[in-house]
């Protein structure tokens, strides 16, 4: 463990020649230096104390939060004042006002979907002619008809009709057309046929047929009537399946937008005071003025020349030593200063503190704290540059 009051030195760099620099001095060319820094510390006891608060307020209005919270902001000052008097510096900072929201809290989540069923359906014509086959297709997918499965050209006998109930054997040509064989000595005549697709879903097999089948109906009498009695029309195939829940993506409840529920503002008040015996007792005002939280308390020095005077000497004696052992361990004279350079700081004790609850007490908030503050260090470094000779 370091002692309250030490010193320490390091070594930063030896030129052969460097120009080394005082305050409005130029070294001549040539001359030797070294350059040392030295580092000294002190301990004092502390005789300022400051303390900081948070004040917060919330409300469903931007003018009602920002007036709520300039009322409560200003009655733990006007508290502080009354207690420290003109002994109290007291400034309030860091201002923050925000908006809060709360997400799915005001929104109904959606039930997921049931098992799903389709009907899959083939409604195919019969025309005598190739030059109806366009206005088939379109009649078809107007009454509701989701896509075209194919087209062809079929041969059946001269005395029968054609008719989805009374297809034949067929084999497909290179070209997608579908051509019956029967024998060659017997009669036949030819045919265009378009199949045009039906799909529909339900939540039951009954809502899925009752929906199909009107679909389906609408279709074949659109390509019926423009049949004009020539030709036929029919159900061809005919599918009712229950979907594989497997296979569908698992469900996703749609995103639910934020929900601004009201504002939200916070002020730090920091509170300055000579008299250290008042920690307790200044935690318990600022409590139970309306601060939502005590944030810390920082021990420190408002009058520090004496630690300041003591660590810059004990930085100096200790870079003075540690260049003159260099130089002569180096075989050089050591010479007059060229350049001395310092910095100083204070090392404050901080203690944080809680944030308050419901039913919690300011005084065992303050009993809680410690009431007698530790020594306060201050460091100083002190760089010099030495001629050499």
């Not at 030709?231 to 409840?253: C, D, F, K, M, W």
Request: proline content about 6%; overall charge negative.
């Amino acid at each position: 463990m370091w002692p309250k009051s030490f010193a320490l030195c390091t070594i930063l760099a030896i030129s052969y020649p460097l120009a080394a620099l005082a305050q409005g001095f130029v070294s001549a060319p040539g001359t030797r230096t070294i350059e040392v820094t030295g580092h000294g510390e002190a301990e004092a006891k502390p005789d300022t104390m400051i303390l900081s608060f948070g004040v917060e307020s919330e409300a469903r209005t931007p003018d009602e939060c920002t007036r709520l919270q300039a009322e409560r902001t200003a009655k733990v000052v006007d508290a502080f004042k009354a207690r420290l008097g003109s002994d109290a510096k007291i400034e309030t900072s860091d201002f923050t006002f925000n908006p809060q929201y709360t997400y799915g809290g005001s929104v109904s989540t959606p039930v997921a979907p049931g098992p799903v069923w389709t009907f899959k359906a083939q409604v195919t014509a019969y025309s005598p002619t190739l030059d109806t086959l366009g206005a088939l297709i379109e009649a078809g997918m107007a009454a509701g008809a989701t896509g075209l499965v194919g087209s062809g050209v079929e041969m059946q006998p001269q005395d029968e009709e054609p008719s989805a109930e009374n297809q034949r054997a067929a084999v497909s040509s290179a070209a997608g057309s579908v051509v019956s064989a029967y024998p060659a000595r017997q009669p036949v005549k030819k045919f265009v046929t378009v199949s045009l697709d039906v799909q529909t879903d339900g939540s039951s097999p009954d809502d899925v047929v009752r929906r199909g089948a009107a679909i389906e109906r609408r279709v074949e009498q659109a390509m019926r009537d423009k049949l004009n009695g020539q030709g036929s029309v029919g159900l061809a195939e005919l599918e009712i399946a229950r979907a594989n829940p497997t296979s569908a993506p698992p469900y996703q409840p749609p995103p639910q937008a934020p929900q601004l529920q009201g504002y939200a503002a916070h002020t730090t008040v920091t509170v300055e005071t000579h008299d250290l015996n008042a920690l307790g007792s200044l935690i318990e005002t600022g409590i139970d003025a309306g601060a939502k939280q005590f944030n810390q308390v920082s021990f420190t020095l408002r009058e520090d020349s004496d630690a300041r005077k003591q660590g810059i000497e004990k930085a100096a004696e200790d870079a003075k030593s540690k260049a003159a052992t260099l130089a002569r361990s180096m075989g050089v004279k050591l010479g007059s200063a060229l350049r001395i350079s310092t910095n100083a700081a204070v090392q404050p004790q901080v203690v944080y503190g809680h944030t308050t609850q419901q039913g919690f007490a300011a005084a065992s908030l303050a009993s809680s704290m410690p009431v007698i503050p530790h020594q306060v260090g201050y460091s100083a470094d002190v760089t010099a540059t030495y001629q050499i000779e």
